[in-house]
């Protein structure tokens, strides 16, 4: 099983800045990783397939990088409705799929 | 609008047995692969099972292997899931999701999900 690993548990970013979240699969995954965001009482909504590629609707301040083993999620131009949990999930060596304990991103 | 609906939740005692529902629109049900994931109380996601298009492929958890069951009616645009000796556990709010392009890849759509409860 390909255990996913995020960090940091927390982050509280100002309004307007940058955020950046990583996540780090136990081996390689090539490219092929996903990022959810879930805000409280909601179900989880994709945000990045493949390490990179948008999904739709998904504004451009999201964006996400990385391969291999080490991938992040970087959100610009941060707003008051991006606080929420993101997790990443592997999708490359399945079943079973995995997801990362996800990070929770407060805006300060 | 392309939706999906889950249904049946609710409480049950360990033991017991539930069977939840996701109807499925806006889209050819047929042509996706579906799964069921779950979220404890306060916890992350955890991947519970998978369907292939045909629903000829299952795939399961090994925490639920054995005791679930997940299954498709392709002319109903309906997934299901049966949940049999359920412990305290299996608590969670179960989601469908849809993956995105064929088997294993990522899930596009999800629905709002159906809480299960496993208490005495």
């Known amino acids: 099983e390909v255990v996913m690993t995020q960090s940091p548990a927390t982050l509280s970013v100002s309004p307007g800045e940058r955020a950046t979240l990583s996540c780090r699969a136990s081996?390689?995954?090539?490219?092929?990783l996903a990022w959810y965001q879930q805000t409280p009482g909601q179900a989880p909504r994709l945000l990045i397939h493949?390490?990179?590629t948008r999904a739709t609707g998904i504004p451009a301040r999201f964006s996400g990088s990385g391969s291999g083993t080490e991938f992040t999620l970087t959100i610009d131009s941060l707003r008051s409705e991006d606080s929420a949990v993101y997790y990443c999930?592997?999708?490359?060596?399945?079943?079973?799929?995995?997801f990362g304990q996800g990070t929770r991103l407060e805006i300060k | 609008e392309v939706q999906l609906l889950e249904s049946g939740g609710g409480l049950v005692q360990p033991g017991g047995s539930l069977k939840i529902s996701c109807a499925a629109s806006?889209?050819?049900?047929?042509?996706?692969?579906f799964n069921w994931v779950r979220q404890a109380p306060g916890k992350g996601l955890e991947w519970v099972s998978a369907?292939?298009?045909?629903?000829?492929?299952?795939f399961y958890a090994d925490s639920v292997k054995g005791r679930f069951t997940v299954s498709r009616d392709n002319s109903q645009s309906m997934l299901y899931l049966q949940m049999n000796n359920l412990r305290a556990g299996d608590t969670a709010v179960y989601y469908c999701?849809?993956?995105?392009?064929?088997?294993?890849?990522?899930?596009?759509?999800w629905g709002q999900g159906t809480m299960v409860t496993v208490s005495s």
């Open positions: 999701a849809r993956e995105y392009y064929g088997s294993g890849s990522a899930f596009d759509i």
């Open positions: 806006g889209f050819t049900f047929s042509s996706y692969a």
């Open positions: 369907i292939s298009p045909t629903g000829r492929s299952t």
């Open positions: 081996q390689s995954i090539g490219s092929n």
């Open positions: 493949g390490t990179s």
């Open positions: 999930q592997q999708y490359n060596n399945w079943p079973p799929y995995t």
